[in-house]
């Protein structure tokens, strides 16, 4: 392994934190999954840290069973960002080119103006930007306008903001636990790395992360990101609307829903029924699995159309022709492809699995490790080719020619992933 870096992922989620450790050889060979560690989330609510010692327990111990089994030491991670405080927007600005050539320094005054156009409060600060494309004297759709000839660069750009406070009180439980964070990733864009396909981002298309306390959505119009927005719905309601209907403590209900629930109740008898035992006692009862699926169902149903909702105010939901990306841990419920697809009014659906994957692969390809999966898949981007002992290192300090190199490496693994 000494030829071989080590990037790690850390996603700090409402019901679970996952810490992924991934080997990367290069560009070319898919990422080697070398440790997996997995804790119960406790001290999170909806992505907002409600006690934080309990927040600092599981991430050690999330991390020190990563750490068992790749037989490494953890100090530096990449992390993800999520919470129904996230927001976005979409924004455009102009700037002179210097000379007579686009250069790097026009690029990053360009996206600087896009920044410093958005109006923030004191409680909330910018954490993701994307270009979503450049014109160049009146040229539009230019990717990348580094040393073509022109006088005005504009930029069109996605701005995602979030509160100050949420994020750093994550951040400093992360710390406490004895890992630095080398970057904040937005949660989204680290499972649509993991699971959207380029062809998908060109047509349009709308992923939606069903975790444990929030779904993040993110929707991709014309090969570039165009919103961003999280809401404050998702898997662990269905276990307490199941626990509250049928009278069942919250960890009685959330293996009824992960045996039992589906989406799609009418595809079990009313006579089929199954055990549950009751809240605060050892007394059992039989109950239909159709009412669980009843119950299932009807909060899903709302979340999606919560989703959509979203996508209509945002004015890009009509203009999505590529379909729908489930993922998340509340995506594998049975029968939640056919209720989307209902409530996207007939767009295709599908769940996001994370592939082009070696090690233990098949361990993390399922749609609740793919924002994990994500996060490793953008800290081996940005360190592929770099020499040195096998260690995550950050890119503060690197020439500029390296950076600019590895501006198209992502592009590279993504487009390898979709032809698989």
């Known amino acids: 392994m000494s030829e071989r870096q080590l990037v790690v992922g850390i996603d700090v989620g409402t019901t679970k934190v996952c810490t992924l450790v991934a080997a990367v050889e290069d560009a070319t060979t898919p990422l080697e999954i070398v440790g997996i560690g997995l804790s119960q989330s406790r001290g999170l609510r909806r992505g907002v840290v409600v006690d934080r010692q309990d927040t600092i327990a599981s991430v050690r111990d999330s991390v020190q ?3 068992r089994m790749a037989e490494v030491d953890i100090h530096e991670a990449f992390v993800g960002i999520s919470g129904d405080h996230i927001a976005s927007t979409n924004v455009s600005a102009r700037v002179n080119v210097a000379g007579s050539e686009v250069a790097q320094e026009d690029v990053e005054r360009v996206l600087q103006s896009a920044r410093d156009s958005v109006v923030l409060p004191p409680d909330r600060e910018i954490v993701y930007v994307a270009a979503r494309g450049y014109t160049l004297d009146g040229v539009k759709d230019i990717a990348r306008p580094v040393s073509m000839t022109g006088a005005v660069l504009d930029v069109e750009a996605h701005i995602v903001t979030g ?3 949420v994020m750093a009180n994550v951040a400093r439980c992360v710390e406490e636990a004895g890992i630095r964070i080398l970057r904040r990733v937005l949660e989204p864009i680290a499972t649509s790395t993991a699971v959207v396909t380029d062809a998908e981002r060109e047509l349009g298309v ?8 929030t779904t993040d959505i993110a929707a991709f119009l014309d090969g570039s990101i165009a919103f961003t927005s999280s809401i404050a719905i998702a898997g662990e309601h269905v276990t307490r609307d199941l626990a509250r209907v049928l009278r069942t403590s919250m960890e009685e209900a959330e293996s009824i829903k992960r045996k039992w629930a589906l989406a799609v109740p009418e595809r079990v008898s009313d006579e089929e029924m199954i055990q549950i035992v009751l809240a605060g006692t050892n007394a059992r009862e039989r109950v239909s699995r159709r009412l669980a699926g009843e119950i299932a169902r009807c909060r899903v149903e709302e979340t999606l159309k919560m989703v959509q909702e979203e996508l209509r105010r945002a004015g890009i939901y009509r203009q999505v022709n590529g379909g729908v990306v489930l993922s998340g841990g509340g995506s594998q419920l049975p029968g939640i492809t056919q209720v989307a697809t209902d409530v996207f009014d007939g767009l295709p659906v599908r769940i996001g699995l994370p592939r082009g994957l070696r090690g233990l692969s098949e361990t993390v390809a399922t749609p609740a490790h793919a924002t994990a999966v ?3 898949t953008l800290a081996a981007t ?3 080719f770099i020499s040195g002992p096998p ?5 503060s300090g690197l020439p500029k020619r390296i950076l600019d190199w590895l501006g198209g490496v992502q592009e590279r693994m993504t487009r390898r992933t979709a032809r698989r």
């Open 206 to 213: 709308i992923l939606v992360d069903i975790g444990g306390g």
């Open 163 to 165: 509160m100050t406070s």
């Open 65 to 67: 069973e990563a750490e």
């Open 382 to 384: 940005d360190q592929a």
């Open 374 to 376: 994500g996060l490793v």
């Open 391 to 395: 260690e995550v290192v950050g890119l």
